[in-house]
């Protein structure tokens, strides 16, 4: 039953709920809902549609309009890699609702569906999300069976307060990768005509090396490129490290069109030169941009087990802000 798919494959029925296939219609009630949920983190419409729009023929994503008595009361999501490219058989199942009194209620009736639909797409774990702070979720979860599986970190940069000394940091940072042999420039600058493919082949094996309990898939080179042109991300806004011809590190800001945080997307090193302080130097050069760009603060979100990058963190001056948790539920075989 895994055939790929933009939107949802069909509609489920549950418990007094309805899961209508999501469509293209929906997005401004989406990101007008997704605001309301967290209104620290409002959603943007160019990059929801953008997402919404891209499907990625190597992936499941299912994306509903969840409705009771008619009402559109709240957003759900199933999505995996295809099966014969996962190495693992986990799916992630999402439902997002209001948070008021019905919170728990609601979603335990929504992942009754959710949990189904996964059993009868032959998913064998699934993972669920919850925030720091949106205790009712996390325990809705728990007693439904799901453990905690990993929590990341989630950070904020305030760009005025910490305007000097990153300045000090980047200027520092630059007479390193001199040291280095190291160039840092931005994709858009690079001449080498293989550069987008070289980028792709660096971030895929590094990648490999974020600590994870759900192993990383693949992802295409099509899937790559549909990333790099979301509405956020731009090339000039998009910061490597070049060591002769090889392409051997990224750091990218995403730029929501208009509303919304600024946050890292990504940052990644080769193995080949860890430790010389490349990911530092990417890393400077993005939050100088922004601080020029007259951006007042980023954020960025990691693994709280990846220590490299929480340790760049601290040392940039981020302070912590409620960070992402994943929880897991291995379905018993019959
Ligand atoms: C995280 C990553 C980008 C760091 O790249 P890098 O080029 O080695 O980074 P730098 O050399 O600039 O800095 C690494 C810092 O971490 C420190 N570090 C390394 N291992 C550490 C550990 N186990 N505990 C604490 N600090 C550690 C280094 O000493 C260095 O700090 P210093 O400059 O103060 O000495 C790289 O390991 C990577 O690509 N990992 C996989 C992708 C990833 O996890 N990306 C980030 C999350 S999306």
């Given at each position: 039953m895994s055939t790929p798919s933009g939107f949802a494959r069909a509609t489920l029925r549950g418990n007094g709920l309805t899961f209508r296939p999501a469509t293209l219609d929906d997005v401004p009630w989406a990101v007008a809902f997704t605001t309301a949920r967290d209104p620290s983190e409002p959603g943007n419409e160019a990059q929801m549609r953008h997402w919404w729009q891209s499907?990625?023929?190597?992936r499941v994503d299912e994306r509903w309009i969840i409705e009771e008595g008619g009402e559109s009361i709240g957003y759900g999501y199933f999505g995996h890699p295809l099966w014969a490219r996962s190495p693992m058989r986990a799916a992630r199942l999402l439902a997002w609702f209001p948070r008021d009194a019905r919170r728990p209620d609601r979603l335990g009736r929504a992942f009754d569906a959710l949990e189904s639909h996964a059993v009868s797409d032959d998913a064998l774990v699934f993972t669920a999300n919850s925030l720091e702070g949106f205790d009712d979720e996390y325990e809705t979860l728990v007693a439904r069976g799901y453990r905690e599986d990993r929590r990341s970190k989630s950070w904020e940069l305030d760009l005025i307060a910490n305007r000097a000394s990153l300045e000090a940091m980047t200027a520092t940072a630059r007479e390193r990768m001199k040291a280095e042999g190291i160039e840092i420039t931005?994709?858009?600058?690079?001449?080498?005509?293989?550069k987008w493919r070289k980028l792709h082949e660096m971030i895929e094996a590094s990648v490999q090396?974020?600590?994870?309990?759900v192993p990383h898939t693949p992802e295409s080179f099509e899937s790559f490129m549909r990333w790099m042109s979301s509405?956020?991300?731009h090339a000039d806004r998009l910061w490597v490290a070049r060591e002769g011809q090889a392409i051997v590190g990224v750091s990218v800001l995403e730029y929501p069109p208009g509303v919304g945080n600024v946050w890292t997307d990504y940052t990644g090193t080769s193995r080949s030169v860890r430790g010389r302080g490349v990911a530092r130097a990417l890393k400077c050069e993005t939050v100088a941009q922004a601080i020029a760009l007259d951006v007042t603060h980023v954020r960025t979100n990691n693994d709280g087990e990846n220590k490299p990058i929480l340790h760049l963190n601290e040392e940039m001056g981020y302070h912590r802000i409620p960070g992402h948790i994943q929880l897991l539920k291995t379905v018993a075989v019959a």
């Open positions: 499907a990625d023929p190597e931005t994709v858009d600058s690079v001449p080498d005509p293989n090396d974020i600590p994870t309990t509405p956020g991300l």
